[in-house]
T-cell receptor, first 110, second 117 residues
């Protein structure tokens, strides 16, 4: 069974810093990998979707990479802002099932 | 850890029929549950937020009369796809929110693959 791990579980950084969130998965047979953010009391907001044939995706200050062979993905956030404070989750799509990581709770300190 | 049970895992139905999907939090009370769907090769998208005892809040573009959500208890939310059509074929997944002290965590069901013929 696919297992998805996110490290660290929590992260605090001062405003303006660049940061990297990590996601690892055990089964490299995936269709795609998605990154989401969750704000307190809210549902998930989709950030980036990387198809299995892709290496990375970029959206604004966010860049996500995918290395299927090593079972890893990273989410890079440039020039962090207090509004980036949220929980970030990755999810691996493996044939009609989604496997979620446990999330990284990010706090950006003004 | 907290477990969310979602049933059925797969359903095939004829066009025009209604399908009910259940989402249960097994060992915790979930005041808020979320319903999502994912079309092939697309991102998971939030459909609606369900709060126990009140009407669900639907995201823009999601028809509330077509996707009926009932959250009658703190451990059960249901999504009914009414008069399903082939374009409703999708992967539906629920999540339940648990609070431990100041920390909120989301726990996910295993998803339902709906195929409408």
């Amino acid at each position: 069974k696919q297992e998805v791990t996110q490290i660290p579980a929590a992260l605090s950084v001062p405003e303006g810093e660049n940061l990297v969130l990590n996601c690892s998965f055990t089964d490299s047979a995936i269709y795609n990998l998605q990154w989401f953010r969750q704000d307190p009391g809210k549902g998930l907001t989709s950030l980036l979707l990387i198809q299995s044939s892709q290496r990375e995706q970029t959206s604004g200050r966010l860049n996500a990479s995918l290395d299927k062979s090593s079972g890893r993905s990273t989410l890079y956030i440039a020039a962090s802002q207090p509004g980036d404070s949220a929980t970030y989750l990755c999810a691996v799509d493996g044939a009609n099932n989604l496997f979620f990581g446990t999330g990284t709770r990010l706090t950006v300190i003004p | 850890g907290a477990v969310v049970s979602q049933h059925p895992s797969r359903v095939i139905c004829k066009s025009g029929t209604s399908v009910k999907i259940e989402c249960r939090s097994l060992d915790f009370q979930a005041t808020t549950m979320f319903w999502y769907r994912q079309f092939p090769k697309q991102s998971l998208m939030l459909m609606a937020t369900s709060n126990e005892g009140s009407k669900a809040t639907y995201e823009q573009g999601v028809e509330k009369d077509k996707f009926l959500i009932n959250h009658a208890s703190l451990t059960l939310s249901t999504l009914t796809v009414t008069s399903a059509h082939p374009e409703d074929s999708s992967f539906y997944i629920c999540s339940a929110q648990a609070r431990t002290g100041e920390v909120e965590k989301l726990f996910f069901g295993s998803g339902t693959q709906l195929s409408v013929l």
